[in-house]
């Protein structure tokens, strides 16, 4: 059974200094996450994020699981729910595991679960990393995400850079090798897809809102996910691709209050004419008992 989409005041929130310290924690010296707004805003030539909406993910690409098992990508999908995709670069000592503490801070304050609700797969750019190093990305995140069903939620994998490059471009995600630094120049981007795996929705922060993560959960799994009421809350919204967030739709809450507005009125004279009605029914009684 699916849960509704609930997220806990923004008070509880940790400050970005909070999570770039929690990637120490759990990405260890080498993963440190070094957050600046060129990191985000302003990324290096050749790199960055070109959104396919709606486009189909080829799943018969294969990989390697955090168990050292071949799997396609095709395992994860029409399951019934919908699939967050996040590609990294395990030893990132930039935006990676600041983007996935991020990740898992907003999935700690969504009612929904990962194993339940939806799937996550977390994948390394790099092709030289192994299944050994996402084994221990998945046991350090799962520490930090603890839901009952999240080890069968949460999937770290690698794969050689046919699958990689495949896969990165049917997502949009530009990056490249800084021989300089051994490092991968990337973005940051928190994708969503559809059950089967048609892309949703991307969410291009470090830090992701609880709230818009839920939203786009709900969103591309066709209202499968949430509450009543949270299915209503989404038509009365609109994604704004600049503010990174879901936003009120203006036109579509105007409809509603349009259409309240008129049931509010017919209510409102059908009351009136039953009272006049009634008036009208004892006009006559009354003139008997005057004469």
């Not at 259409?259 to 009634?278: D, Q």
Request: aromatic share 8%.
């Amino acid at each position: 059974m699916t849960k509704g989409i609930t997220t806990q005041p923004a008070t509880v929130r940790p400050s970005r200094i909070a999570i770039i310290g929690a990637a120490i924690v759990v990405g260890g010296a080498s993963s440190i996450a070094q957050v600046s707004p060129l990191d985000v805003t302003d990324p290096p030539e050749g790199v960055g994020i070109d959104e396919r909406l709606d486009e189909q993910l080829p799943l018969d690409l294969q990989f390697i699981d955090d168990t050292g098992r071949t799997v396609t990508l095709g395992e994860y999908f029409n399951r019934g729910v919908p699939v967050v995709i996040t590609p990294v670069f395990y030893r990132c000592r930039n935006l990676c595991s600041a983007t996935l503490n991020g990740l898992a801070e907003a999935l700690n304050e969504i009612e929904s679960s990962a194993g339940e609700d939806f799937q996550i797969i977390t994948f390394t750019i790099s092709p030289k990393e192994t299944y050994r190093l996402a084994e221990v990305k998945k046991r350090n995140y799962l520490g930090v995400y603890k839901r009952e069903n999240a080890a069968d939620g949460w999937h770290f994998l690698t794969g050689d850079e046919d699958s990689i490059e495949a896969l990165t471009k049917a997502l949009g995600f530009r990056y490249r090798f800084v021989e300089r630094t051994g490092d991968y120049a990337h973005a940051a981007s928190i994708i969503v897809a559809t059950p089967q795996g048609r892309l949703s929705r991307y969410i291009n922060t470090v830090m992701p809102e609880s709230e818009t993560l839920g939203k786009a959960l709900i969103e591309a799994s066709q209202g499968a996910i949430g509450s009543p009421w949270d299915r209503f809350v989404l038509w009365c919204s609109t994604y704004d691709p600049a503010a990174g967030k879901y936003v009120v739709a203006a036109r579509r809450v105007m409809t509603l209050g349009g259409l309240a507005t008129m049931l509010i009125v017919v209510i409102g004279l059908g009351m009136l004419w039953r009272h006049e009605l009634k008036i009208r029914r004892h006009k006559p009684a009354l003139g008997e008992l005057q004469t």
